[in-house]
């Protein structure tokens, strides 16, 4: 069994945004009304953080994509009491919409702050609407959503493998956000296998992870960003 | 039957004032409020309230721990003093126990007012996970509320008994819930007994409950929750906050029904007593808790602490202080404020205090997460607003309609008081003296 | 009592049973999870339709996935040389750009006052019987060139059709007002050439950008993301060093290895500074400044008179002390950027719009790019290429008749009157104040296309008095913007995803590719391509026009050129494993490309694999003459000096005196040498001590997508701002101001004020104020209007009067608190 990680190269991240606009479309993440946003109720299942240091003109700031960690030991899914967030056997933290009783415990839960809350039922514009993705249903209000690793692309690659009767090829499967990247920045692959390129990467000497002392084991492994001298 | 010496105690049960209806009416006025308020928020969503990411949990939450914490008061307070065969208890423990079974009522709702989908409520039967505290806390309160509102049953059967004989209205009501007690010796002993039992299966319980509340929090890896003395700590505030609930009751009916003759200042006095000392607990243990995340300075711990000690939350941190220390501490310590105007002042304080407590514990966690995302705003809405002021109208409901049907004092153990305790406690005073007979020279 | 009491239990305990059997209990506790939507109605069947993303003048190719004919999701397309599978945050709106409560469905005809937005459904006969009786009337009336087109979004073939068009109709006046395409003056005068020139970035080592934030809202923002990745991690190359100098701590300043505030508008000053200090300390490429370069040293000219050359000014003016007083740099920095440029060869000097947005643009840009011919990366790789060859055309040869020729050699109506210096002195300042006075003749009939100048321009009462003066205004925008409320008549054009077209000119890039843009789905709405309604027009105009436009549809004339392209053996179509094939191809430097046998093979391949691409032959060592009068690299640009030398003496006279030139000519020689100009600031800086500084956002770029949800939801990701512009401000002028972050704060010029809320970033130099453009929309449908401000709303209108581009940064402002928010 593959154990899917991502690895983000923060040298070639240029913090475009792209990742963040490709999630929303490929997941049908609702938009919110200017004052849902005002109040801080927008959805994104990925986002981009900006890290301020220093003060003008000897700054140091850094752009830090943000999707689900997808933790081996997710903090998460040991507090939800229905079982609706779980982790899969190929290491995909996954949310179960129809089971979440919305009690928000596993967003107070995670170190990373990476999961969203319909605080009402989205409100989708009837022509948009029609863009949406039928891959990935729509959720109601009330329950909690997140980053899945886009794991229907894993549905659907293991299915045109089935269908073609041969193994599937690690390549088949990739999240939105990694395959936009314009910096080609992300990458995404089984960690277990020893030869993919995440697997190599997160074994670079720049390779980190956040909050690694918490023991939360990402598999999002950070490249950190190269000598800024001149 | 005579002269009863206790006719006051019925009065608000056979001869209830227009008063009473005025306030039942008002306060349904306010349920009602807070009912729509409710149903609103369940057509429309948790948008209607004011948390948001990060500030996932608000209100309701608050409340929830608050409430929880409140109903150590009674049954906690009661079965230690029973137990402890304090005799100045009679006129205390049937409101203690009140107290107990409507706010852990109340309290326990508020997890499911706080659900995105309460519709789905039995999930967590389906399929539950035991390894999540909330589910700990379900099976805890649970178990509390069954046993403080059997708790509180028991010791009532002897007082519905009197009440059936005495012909009060509705007698079905009291014909039933009677259980067709007599008064018998094995009646007496039978309830005795299961008092017994009680007494000492609820401390247990009880201090189990608010133990695991703290879990919900302790458990997570979150600054300014991941701590160990989070249980104790809870349990004692939770004790802390009983107390003073307990005295703005009793203060309240003993001016109410006049009740002057059976809750004397003594009484008043032995409980501000146990305030101050709960008082000082909370405080060490609340020096403790700040002080080691404070020397540790791990640097996600240290923006929640000044986020309390100068940010935002510092009015509602130092509010904190003053009504949970300096106020009650300044009160208590003196003879000539430790009387009632002063203690009801301290013990208000010791709520309010209490309260911010738990949204000092509750929302800068989660406002300042460890990621630089900018920092939670949490303002509650009106909802939320409505249903505190709610869940505060249902409680005092609750004892307006528990005080018509019911005594609030227990008229047999008062009895019981007046006609065995005497003679025990002296007897048993005596039993402590020192042997004359050994005494030999 | 007993029974009594048994009894209500067992009712008690059937009651509880009757409700655990039926309703919502039991089925809350025995039913599986319930379903979240209904199931999907369709089979599901999945398609890829490539095409390319019109969005800005990146040119990025890309593939729609289609579900049983309905767009779900935009991908770059992986096969597209311009970004190779990557696509900025825009991209991905285009759905919402497709899909839209807010599009024009119809053509439409105004009826009540201009701007008044009340409009008159109309036929597409009718609406074009109306816009062909205006073409005829000025043809008929011998007034060809009182025909006036501004386009904002036009490229490619779409372009080609249209300055064909306007060629065989008789008009100049084609004016292009994209604020995106780079100013290419510069090169003209430096080096000869009339087009921008490639930028080989794979090749580079160093890039000193001059405000050219590329790494956001310019260039081809996939593409020099992709630029940036490959130069930044690479195996196989050394890290590229960044330098972004720049007022503002921009994207690239972030991701550059050096940030260097400056003062605003003195990049100019800058470039010579470093210039100095490479001249000084000899580090720059001595061979090929005596090879290929004219005017370094003083020179005599044939008549005798002698020039000062460019190195003498440098040292006589440009001395460190000087240049970081006028800066604001520290002269260690200055000396560490000369001393890090000329160390890593080869290296680029860039410049964006940080420099042209100052009136000063045209002399900033040619002292970076003197910078480029000191280190001699002038056409050689890594440095600044020669443009590559247009694609070939398949349309018949341009037939003028006399109305035609006499009209197209009219003298521009965007160009500065009295002074005909081809190229330079071009600008929409010229435009309005020629409309707005009549002279040298009336606009009569105006075309807008995709460009929204009530919106992007400052002082937009200036646009509007203009357009008061054109009897016809013809608008092609899809939606209803702020600038097609004033139009008489608005052609609804498709949107990109429904439109035929071949896209390239895509500014910047060292080769030549053609992107095919093919409909995704059917046009929705009763909308028509603007080329289809150009064709029919010069069809029902007849004569020449017809014949240099034979073509009937669109769609034909898109087959009829990719047929050119199959025909020229040049280039190939790219597909299957592109990198390795592109990799490959390079390593053997031939001319191996995919064999077709017939067109028909070689169209169904370009609409599989979405993008056709010619690889330049490489650099070769002999540098290759130039265009200019010398034909070398001109420090002192001599096309400027002959241009200004060949005007009477009287017109000579006027421009030194009384023109918007007369500060650059008073200076002699400088004039034609790269040299500083102090820009022009409006509002006096005791009343307005602040500088008003607004930028462009990848989201929005500048407002022509703000009606996408997606995207102004995203707005100001980086500083966490949805819906709403936000005001950069320096946390210690903001603690001066009293103004703390969030605050809603008033920010006035001479020309207004607007209130937005106050953000507070380290990165802001003290003393400016920042603004994001692209937001404050009036119109532009419901998720734009009313959403922030609009800087151009208090921005005075000024200049580069030689160069032409409107200068934004330019503006004083004061800041103060809003009282109630």
Not at chain 3, 27 to 42: H, L, N
Not at chain 3, 280 to 299: M, Q, R, S
């Amino acid at each position: 069994m593959p154990r899917w990680g991502m690895v983000i190269d923060l040298d070639k991240c240029t913090g475009c945004g792209a990742c963040v606009a490709a999630c929303k479309q490929e997941n049908n993440v609702a938009y919110n009304t200017p004052e849902e946003a005002e109040r801080g109720r927008t959805l994104s299942w990925i986002n981009i953080m900006t890290e301020v240091e220093g003060e003008y003109p000897h700054l140091r700031v850094r752009y830090l994509p943000l999707p689900c960690m997808h933790c081996d030991n997710p903090p998460c899914i040991k507090v939800c009491p229905v079982r609706a967030t779980y982790k899969a056997d190929n290491g995909i933290v996954a949310q179960i919409y129809p089971r979440c009783i919305g009690c928000r415990y596993c967003m107070a839960a995670c170190p990373y702050t990476v999961k969203d809350f319909n605080w009402f039922e989205p409100q989708w514009d009837p022509e948009i609407k029609k863009t949406t993705n039928p891959d990935v249903s729509l959720r109601p209000k009330g329950v909690v959503e997140k980053c899945t690793f886009c794991h229907h692309r894993l549905i659907k690659a293991r299915e045109q493998a089935a269908l073609e009767g041969r193994e599937m090829l690690e390549e088949e499967y990739q999240p939105a956000c990694v395959e936009t990247c314009p910096a080609n920045a992300m990458f995404f692959g089984d960690l277990d296998d020893p030869n993919s390129i995440v697997a190599r990467l997160s074994r670079s000497p720049r390779a980190f992870r956040l909050m690694e002392d918490l023991g939360t084991e990402p598999k999002v492994y950070y490249l950190s960003e190269g000598e800024k001298i001149i | 039957m005579g002269y009863d010496p206790d006719e006051i105690l019925y009065k608000p049960i056979e001869k209830p004032s227009p008063v009473f209806w005025y306030t039942v009416a008002g306060l349904l006025v306010i349920i009602g409020w807070a009912l729509f308020m409710y149903v609103r928020q369940l057509y429309l969503g948790l948008g209607v309230t004011g948390m948001n990411q990060p500030v996932s949990w608000g209100f309701y939450i608050v409340n929830f721990v608050f409430f929880i914490g409140i109903s150590h008061a009674g049954t906690l307070i009661s079965a230690i003093l029973r137990l402890s065969k304090a005799e100045w208890r009679r006129p205390i423990t049937r409101m203690a126990e009140v107290i107990t079974a409507i706010v852990l009522a109340i309290g326990g709702l508020h997890p499911i007012i706080d659900l995105g989908r309460p519709d789905r409520l039995l999930n967590i039967f389906r399929t539950g996970r035991l390894q999540s505290p909330l589910l700990w806390d379900v099976t805890s309160i649970t178990a509390y509320f069954t046993a403080s509102t059997v708790y509180l049953y028991i010791p009532l059967i002897p007082d519905i008994a009197i009440l059936r004989d005495r012909g009060a209205k509705p007698q079905w009501l009291y014909k039933f819930l009677s259980w067709g007690y007599q008064g018998t010796e094995r009646q007496k002993h039978v309830l005795e007994r299961a008092m017994n039992i009680l007494m000492v299966m609820v401390i247990p319980i009880a201090v189990s409950v608010h133990t695991v509340i703290s879990y919900i929090f302790s458990m997570t890896l979150q600054p300014g929750w991941h701590s160990t003395i989070f249980g104790p700590y809870f349990v004692v505030g939770a004790i802390f906050s009983g107390i003073a609930a307990l005295l703005i009751v009793m203060i309240a009916f003993r001016k109410v029904f006049h009740f002057e003759a059976y809750l004397k200042e003594v009484h008043f006095r032995y409980l501000g007593n146990l305030l101050l000392i709960m008082s000082l607990l909370w405080f060490y243990f609340t020096f403790s808790e700040y002080l080691t995340g404070y020397f540790g300075h791990e640097p996600f711990e240290m923006r929640v602490f000044f986020y309390k000690f100068s940010g935002k939350y510092a009015p509602y941190y130092w509010g904190m202080v003053m009504c949970n220390f300096v106020i009650p501490v300044l009160i208590l310590s003196f003879k000539k404020t430790k009387r009632i105007p002063g203690i009801l002042i301290a013990a208000i304080a010791v709520t309010i205090g209490m309260w911010l407590e738990r949204l000092i514990i509750v929302v800068p966690s989660l406002a300042n997460t460890r990621l630089p995302y900018p920092t939670g705003i949490y303002v509650p809405s009106l909802v939320e607003w409505s249903l505190l002021i709610g869940a505060v109208s249902v409680f005092v409901l609750g004892f307006v309609l528990f005080s018509r049907f019911f005594p609030l004092i227990s008229v047999w153990e008062i009895k019981e008081g007046r006609e065995t305790s005497v003679k025990e406690v002296s007897e048993r005073l005596e039993s402590y003296l020192p042997d004359t007979e050994s005494v030999r020279y | 009592m007993g029974i009594n009491r048994r009894d209500f239990l067992k009712q008690g305990a059937f009651l509880l049973a009757a409700a655990s059997q039926a309703g919502w209990i039991s089925k809350a506790v025995t039913a599986q999870d319930e379903p979240m939507i209904e199931a999907y109605p369709g089979a599901g069947i999945e398609t890829w339709k490539c095409s390319v993303c019109r969005l800005c003048p990146g040119g990025c190719g890309i593939k729609v996935r289609l579900v049983d004919g309905r767009p779900v999701k935009i991908e770059g397309n992986p096969l597209s040389p311009v970004n190779r599978g990557g696509l900025c945050p825009a991209g991905h709106a285009g759905l919402q750009v497709l899909f839209n409560s807010d599009r024009i469905s119809t053509p439409l005809k105004r009826v009540g006052e201009r701007g008044e937005n009340r409009w008159e459904a109309i036929s597409w006969e009718e609406a074009l019987q109306l816009f062909y009786d205006y073409l005829l009337k000025l043809r008929n009336e011998k007034t060809p060139h009182h025909l006036l087109v501004l386009d904002g979004e036009s490229r490619g073939l779409q372009k080609r059709l249209l300055e064909r068009f306007l060629e065989a109709y008789g008009t100049p006046n084609y004016f292009n007002l994209s604020s995106q395409e780079p100013s290419s003056l510069p090169f003209l005068l430096m080096h000869g050439r009339k087009n921008t020139p490639g930028y080989d970035f794979q090749n580079t080592r160093f890039i000193l950008s001059f405000g050219n934030d590329f790494l956001d809202s310019e260039g081809p923002p996939s593409r020099m993301a992709y630029l940036f990745g490959e130069l930044r991690q690479n195996p196989g190359r050394n890290r590229v060093k960044i330098v972004q100098i720049d007022p503002r701590l921009s994207t690239t300043a972030v991701k550059a290895d050096r940030w260097i505030p400056l003062n605003p508008g003195t990049y100019g000053a800058l470039a010579l500074g470093v210039a100095h200090i490479m001249v000084v300390e000899g580090l720059y490429n001595k061979t090929f400044v005596e090879n290929h370069t004219f005017g370094f040293e003083d020179w005599v000219d044939n008549k005798g008179n002698s020039h000062i050359g460019f190195k003498t000014l440098l040292l006589k003016e440009y001395y460190p002390e000087k240049v970081s007083g006028i800066t604001g740099v520290p002269i260690d920095d200055i000396i560490r950027v000369a001393r890090s440029f000329a160390e890593n060869q080869p290296g680029i000097a860039i410049w964006g719009r940080g420099v042209t947005n100052h009136s000063n643009a045209l002399f900033s840009q040619m002292a970076i790019h003197a910078l480029n011919a000191l280190v001699g990366s002038i056409n050689s790789p890594g440095g600044i290429l020669e443009a590559p060859p247009e694609p070939p055309t398949g349309l018949p040869p341009l037939v003028q008749d006399k109305l035609a020729q006499w009209g197209s050699a009219q003298s521009p109506v965007f160009q500065y009157r009295g002074a005909k210096l081809p190229a330079t002195m071009e600008s929409l300042a010229y435009l309005l104040d020629n409309i707005q006075s009549g002279e040298p003749y009336p606009i009569e009939v105006a075309l807008l296309i995709h460009t929204n100048p009530l919106f992007e321009l400052p002082e937009k009462e200036r646009f509007q008095k203009a357009l008061e003066k054109i009897p016809f205004v013809v608008s092609f925008s899809s939606e209803m913007d702020e600038s097609s409320i004033w139009a008489d008549l608005i052609l609804p054009d498709h949107t990109y995803l429904e439109k035929w077209d071949l896209d390239y000119e895509v500014p910047q890039l060292p080769f030549t590719q053609v992107t095919i843009s093919q409909p995704i789905i059917q046009p929705r709405f009763n909308t028509r391509h603007i080329g289809d309604v150009i064709l029919s027009c010069a069809r029902l105009l007849g004569g020449s026009v017809q014949k240099s436009l034979p073509e009937t549809d669109y769609r034909g004339l898109v087959q009829k050129e990719a047929e050119a392209l199959f025909r020229s053996h040049r280039g190939f179509i790219t597909s299957g494993q592109f990198e390795d094939f592109f990799q490959s191809f390079l390593s053997r430097r031939g001319f191996k490309y995919q064999e077709f046998a017939t067109f028909e093979e070689f169209w169904e391949a370009l609409l599989k694999e979405g993008s056709w691409l010619e690889i330049p032959q490489p650099v070769s060592d002999l540098f290759p003459r130039l265009s200019t009068p010398s034909g070398k690299f001109e420090f002192f640009s001599q096309t400027f000096y002959h241009q200004y030398k060949a005007l009477p003496h009287h017109v000579q006279n006027v421009l030194k005196s009384d023109s918007p030139l007369s500060m650059a000519l008073s200076k002699g020689d400088q004039a034609f040498l790269p040299h500083f100009e102090e820009p022009n600031v409006n509002g006096d800086s005791i009343e307005y001590p602040y500088f008003l500084y607004p930028f462009s956002i990848l989201t929005l770029f500048d407002g022509k997508m703000a009606n996408r949800p997606l995207l102004m939801e995203m707005v100001g990701f980086r500083r966490n701002v949805q819906w709403d512009s936000w005001a950069e401000i320096n946390p210690e002028t903001a603690r001066e101001l009293n103004i703390r972050h969030g605050d809603w704060i008033w920010i006035e010029s001479p020309r207004g004020r607007v209130k937005v809320r106050a953000h507070l970033y380290p990165g802001a130099m003290p003393g400016m104020v920042y603004l994001p453009l692209g937001l404050g929309h009036t119109a532009s449908g419901k998720y734009a209007s009313q959403k922030g401000v609009n800087p151009n709303d208090i921005l005075v209108f000024d200049y580069d009067p030689l160069g032409g581009s409107i200068a934004r940064n330019s503006t004083r402002v004061k800041i103060y608190k809003a009282s109630v928010a």
